[in-house]
């Protein structure tokens, strides 16, 4: 059994963040379609020469079906409005105004399905002079006082990652906040409109820092890996290139097993590292020493030493480190997928487990359209002629008549 | 845990638990003696979700764990959230947010190139994992209004911010992975090329061009300069291999205008262009303040201030932080005296005897 089962959800998601969203539902039984078109299309689906091909577009849209359609003609959006009728979660992050200028706003559509629960997820939040802005993961970040602080204290300027954090956090708390939505549903029979600023995500992430600004009037300033209770903490340099170990060692219990685990080398005896505040104090010279023993070893050498002494220590690992790692081989969390286009790739399965229900069933990202004729005869109950007329008329779209404009909706 | 409100060490002042555990009453509660086992099977009973974050088989070891507390409360769902799994090879293992973020694949993306591998600010693998919970928490109160039964939930910090941090590494490396051709390249420390920051007048901006359109939209927003319209620069790629060069040309041009000046136009072009606020800014910035973000919230022990609010706005049940953190053990006399009947007499030998 799956914990979603029978709940609809609708997306009209783009990029990182609801399609991450509606991948989950997905993935815990609910019937989830994308709405796409091939005049504007996801523009996840435009970063390759092939729409249907592409790793981030083909990971975060398993698990639903495509509904292809022309939302510039009017008999394509009569189709989403009868789809949203049937439907008990949408969710949308276009740019905000698109959705109203499609038609498709909350005040329009709580006129066709009262009970809807409608999920906004703008990169600011509506309601101020930056509703209107674009979303993207590192926007995020720098608008929100998060990568202010995401640095080592010498680095020039901070530049965080190249991975888009925080758009994979908000979208599970875009899910949090429909499944919350829906429990008052059930409670009340009543939908409502929830607008989420991802930006607002990255601040609840860090709260502590805005706390010290507005207890303290201190603005926080970059500490890179260092920590105000815990030494060693960082990630220090192994054998090899750009190998690295995370150590972090918080107790005093814990030094204890570090020293053993080096063996108890004559610097690890001297007085000043004794404790946590003269390790903190002498936390350069703690490093260097730390530094000349991992040197010499390669990275996993120095995690299995360390933590077979009981001290907190991890690879900075890659894609290849996941695929072998013990502990998620034990769990399966990896799995295989067969897709039509993309042929049998690897991706991150549910990582958690429920004793009532086995969520992750997932099947392969649709191809553009896949499912729109499926969606037409069993959802809308249209004529097979009908399907194949409007299919001419360019009103819908399947995986047939979708070789891509290359128009994307950024390129 | 540091920082404190005014830096004075004292357990009512963590900014980090102030933040986090607002909205909540708090108990005390010694699990580990008799009477506080029975105490907390009665709580049980009452309950619809137990969380918990004690190490593998410790709530086990003490005849708590979900079998047996299923049968006092067959709703009951229980969360047991640890740094590696109730089973397999990693079971015993230490974690720490560090060391679950290292291990996540989104470190060794993060900071300068050849530098040392920069944390992510904030506690991101342990969000990772509650973030996750609260899903898996969700979906089994919506499940259990058809099934009427509860669930035990098993939450790693190790797996969810593996999985969930940046669930697109895995797929990343598989897609390039392809029979008979070259080992794929691996995500490293590639913010600075891919997502440059620049200096301007007043502070930095985070420029997001990918596509030949942003490129186009840039340049537009830079004024057309002619250095910048050599078409080559319209690939993304001659843009990461050509990084340095492309990142001094620039500097002339976007010195010339402020953060929000370049914003603006970048809004108005149609290429990204974020501000670097930092925690002043965000606070003060005329957004945060339209929809009414923090929230005061007053305290008895630490006084009144501002707090981040939830991020979204509901139209329907408002969501709030409705009460300050609680201080060690301020609900006691409220929880175990007027929910669950004990009289003040026997509220105070408990506390004697250390159970509460």
């Given amino acids: 059994m799956l914990p979603l089962e029978k709940v609809k959800v609708l997306s009209f998601g783009t990029g990182g963040v609801v399609p991450d969203a509606g991948k989950i539902f997905g993935e815990l039984g609910a019937d989830v379609i994308k709405i796409e078109s091939k005049d504007n299309l996801d523009f996840m689906r435009t970063i ?83 509703s209107d802005v674009q979303a993207y993961g590192p926007m995020l970040s720098s608008a929100s006082g998060m990568l202010s602080i995401w640095s080592q204290p010498d680095d020039p300027y901070p530049v965080g990652s190249n991975s888009p ?41 860090i709260g502590e820092h805005f706390l010290d600004y507005t207890f303290n009037k201190r603005v926080a300033k970059p500490v890179g890996n260092r920590s105000q209770y815990a030494a060693p903490h960082g990630c220090y340099a192994c054998k090899g290139y750009d190998e690295w170990c995370a150590i972090a060692v918080f107790t005093d219990d814990e030094w204890d097993g570090f020293c053993k685990a080096l063996g108890n080398p004559a610097w690890t005896r001297e007085a000043k590292f004794s404790n946590l505040q003269g390790r903190l104090k002498n936390v350069n010279e703690l490093d260097e020493h730390i530094r000349a023993w991992t040197s010499t070893l390669d990275a996993y050498v120095v995690m299995e030493t360390l933590q077979a002494s009981g001290v907190a220590a991890g690879v900075v690992q890659r894609a290849p480190d996941t695929l072998a790692d013990p502990q998620l081989k034990w769990f399966g969390s990896v799995i295989e997928l067969e897709h039509s286009a993309a042929g049998p790739r690897l991706y991150p399965g549910v990582p958690f487990k429920m004793s009532g229900a086995s969520p992750g069933q997932s099947t392969p990202a649709p ?18 002629e009908k399907i194949k007329q409007l299919i001419t008329e360019d009103v819908l779209h399947t995986p047939a008549n979708t070789q891509s404009t290359g128009k994307g909706m950024f390129g | 845990m540091p920082p404190f409100v005014d830096d004075i060490p004292h357990p009512e002042k963590s900014l980090y638990f102030l933040h986090r555990n607002a909205g909540k009453r708090g108990i005390t509660l010694n699990i580990e003696t008799t009477d506080g086992k029975s105490i907390l099977k009665r709580l049980v009973k009452k309950a619809d979700v137990l969380i918990d974050n004690s190490p593998p088989d410790y709530m086990a070891n003490l005849g708590l764990d979900y079998p047996v507390l299923k049968k006092l409360n067959h709703k009951l769902i229980m969360a047991s959230i640890t740094e590696f799994g109730h089973s397999g090879p990693y079971k015993n293992r230490k974690g720490s947010n560090l060391v679950d973020f290292a291990m996540s694949g989104v470190m060794i993306t993060s900071g300068y190139p050849g530098k040392e591998p920069c944390l992510c600010p904030g506690t991101p693998a342990y969000d990772a994992a509650s973030l996750h919970a609260n899903i898996a928490i969700m979906s089994a109160l919506y499940m259990r209004s058809t099934t009427g039964e509860g669930q035990y939930i098993d939450v790693s910090v190790h797996e969810t911010a593996r999985l969930g941090l940046y669930p697109w590494i895995v797929p990343n490396y598989s897609y390039a992975l392809n029979p008979g051709g070259p080992p794929p390249t691996t995500e490293t420390r590639m913010g600075a090329s891919i997502y440059p920051v620049y200096p301007c007048k007043d502070g930095l901006i985070r420029v997001i061009a990918l596509t030949p359109r942003q490129w186009d939209a840039l340049v537009r927003v830079l004024d057309s300069p002619e250095v910048l319209q050599m078409p080559d620069w319209r690939s993304f790629m001659y843009r990461i291999g050509n990084a340095d060069d492309l990142y001094a040309l620039m500097l002339e041009f976007t010195q010339k205008y402020t953060m929000i000046e370049l914003f603006e136009a970048g809004k108005r072009e149609g290429v990204p262009i974020a501000p670097i606020l930092n925690i002043e800014d965000f606070y003060n910035s005329p957004h945060t303040k339209a929809r009414e973000y923090f929230v005061e919230v007053d305290h008895p022990l630490v006084g009144k201030a501002d707090y981040p609010g939830p991020p979204y706005k509901w139209s329907e049940t408002p969501a709030a932080i409705v009460r300050p953190s609680p201080c060690l053990g301020e609900h006691n006399e409220e929880i175990y005296c007027k929910e669950l009947g004990y009289s003040k007499k026997e509220l105070v030998a408990l506390r004697s005897a250390r159970i509460v």
């Fill in chain 1, 48 to 130: 390759g020469p092939d729409i249907n091909n592409i790793a981030g577009f083909n990971e975060a849209n398993r698990s639903k079906r495509s509904f292809g359609v022309n939302l510039k003609t009017d008999l394509g959006k009569g189709l989403v409005r009868k789809l949203i009728k049937r439907t008990d979660i949408l969710l949308e992050n276009f740019r905000g105004g698109v959705m109203k200028s499609l038609g498709f706003d909350y005040e329009r559509v709580r006129k066709l399905n009262p009970k809807i629960i409608y999920v906004s997820s703008q990169g600011f939040g509506g309601g101020g002079p930056y």
């Fill in chain 1, 165 to 205: 954090l925080p758009d994979h956090m908000a979208s599970k708390h875009a899910v949090i906040a429909a499944l919350a939505a829906l429990d008052y549903r059930r409670r009340t029979g009543k939908g409502q409109f929830i607008d989420m600023a991802q930006t607002e995500v990255a601040v609840s992430l």
């Fill in chain 1, 367 to 384: 191809l553009l359209g896949q499912h729109t004729e499926e969606i037409c005869r069993d959802i809308l109950k249209m004529s097979e």
